[in-house]
DNA sequence: TATTGTACGGTTGTCTGATAACCTTATATG
DNA sequence: CATATAAGGTTATCAGACAACCGTACAATA
């Protein structure tokens, strides 16, 4: 008996290679925007897989507003201005610019949500700062608890904005970074800076305490620019 | 003939609708973060519909990383701090404090969006912002078409920078708060600011070909804020 | 001619049942 | 005790069918 190896290998998860191909596909202008795809039986053919797995693909590119299905009709690609939502893919981090670029979107955000927070936290935003804050002053330092505190940390900060924009985002970013770092962590190298940005933290949390949004935005720029420079990437800034 | 009505209302979209009703499950907090999901077959069963549909309900919500699936052992809700994705859901912005907030949010990312378009941009970059603005100054004015060359203007800041994630964020938020604005736009109101609009981005556009940040934020932010006034909106700044 | 009704083919949406791949647990085996 | 094997459950994929819906062509009608 003769194997066809030439369709799709299927190794892992079929559904979101397929979805990942035809994405490319239209991000890539091979099929314009408004422009309908094949058939859902004939993307299976082409692909050499069921129709569940296809309609599977499609709905998760519907699902990132890529294309639109009309029931009788047939699906289309849109074009990118109006997707549903914002992902980021893991691997682009890896790339050290990329990496870059993402810290200097988030040093802007960050720097206003430390204003805003400053002028609009509660009493009970300020003590879960507070639970944070000790967390990472705690004995264990910096383990894998204090690198969450530290993520905890700036995580109230954007939700004492009472802006849920600000925590949607923000809370997205940090995350992303926070996966990065550790993907490239060296252990030695983070254990003598423990100290230092423990102490910028609470600079942070004793402006905010303050009211004082212009001295919560400074510490707030001046512990992500130590970060910055820790972690060795160079950021503009005015 | 008696008919069952106790069932989904099958009006429209039927995995989108228990997908989402899943997901307020698990945002809820009803099913735990790492708690497992009952098995397909009896959440086909629950909501009355085939298992076709729930597993691209389930598919959905992987998507947006709201829970995992391990094949053999069953679907489980993952704490919300690894979502993989971002998503405004549309009727969220109909209301006007939810407005503002993303309004707040967009107005640091655009200054210092305008900062780093002012370092960073390419010759081709400023031809394009220039296309940009010829097409708002046109005979037509404000028509749909000025509008979308207003989008435009600012998605092109974003790409001047030439940091990948200030186009991807800045767009994405753009783009929803152009849907609302269009939502709920007076045509008369705006016919009268047009000049006033269109010098503010003459400014922007000449603070960026000096390549001064400084001058470019500031230009950028005056805009904002004029532009947040006529929206009716009360922006905190510093 | 212009409009309306209708039948038809094509496409997506949903259902059903079956098989494959995989994991966990229990049981047997050395 | 450690390892191998069997069993059962769950997701992944497949295949084929019917339902719902759309657009078009064409006939019927005014």
């Known amino acids: 008996m003769v194997m066809d190896f ?16 035809i ?6 202008g091979r099929i314009a925007p408004g422009e309908k795809l094949p058939t859902e039986h004939i993307l299976a053919k082409t692909f050499g897989v069921s129709r569940s797995v296809v309609r599977e693909a499609i709905a ?21 201005e109006h997707r549903q939502s914002i992902r980021i893919e893991q691997g682009n981090l890896a790339d050290h610019a990329s990496f870059q670029s993402l810290f200097q ?5 960050e720097i206003e949500a430390a204003g805003l927070a ?39 900060i954007a939700a004492s904005t009472h802006n849920e924009y600000f925590l949607l985002f923000l809370g997205f970013i940090a995350e992303r970074i926070h996966l990065a770092i550790n993907m490239a962590r060296e252990a030695a190298v983070l254990t003598e800076i423990v100290e230092v940005t423990i102490a910028e933290h609470v600079a942070i949390r004793d402006a905010l305490a303050s009211r004082d949004p212009i001295r919560a935005r400074e510490a707030m720029r001046h512990h992500l620019h130590g970060a910055a420079s820790r972690l060795d990437l160079q950021l503009k800034v005015y």
Do not use: Y
């Open 105 to 109: 979107l988030r040093l802007p955000l």
């Open 118 to 156: 400053a002028t609009n936290h509660t009493a009970e935003d300020l003590m879960k700062l507070d639970e944070a804050l000790e967390q990472m002053t705690g004995g264990e330092k910096w383990t894998e608890k204090g690198v969450l505190a530290d993520l905890a940390f700036h995580r109230q």
């Open 6 to 21: 030439s369709q799709i290998r299927r190794n892992e998860h079929l559904p979101a290679r397929i979805a990942s191909q």
């Open 60 to 80: 998760q590119l519907r699902n990132e507003g890529l294309v639109e299905t009309r029931q009788g009709v047939g699906a289309f690609a849109t074009d990118f």
């Open 23 to 28: 994405g490319r596909e239209i991000s890539e």
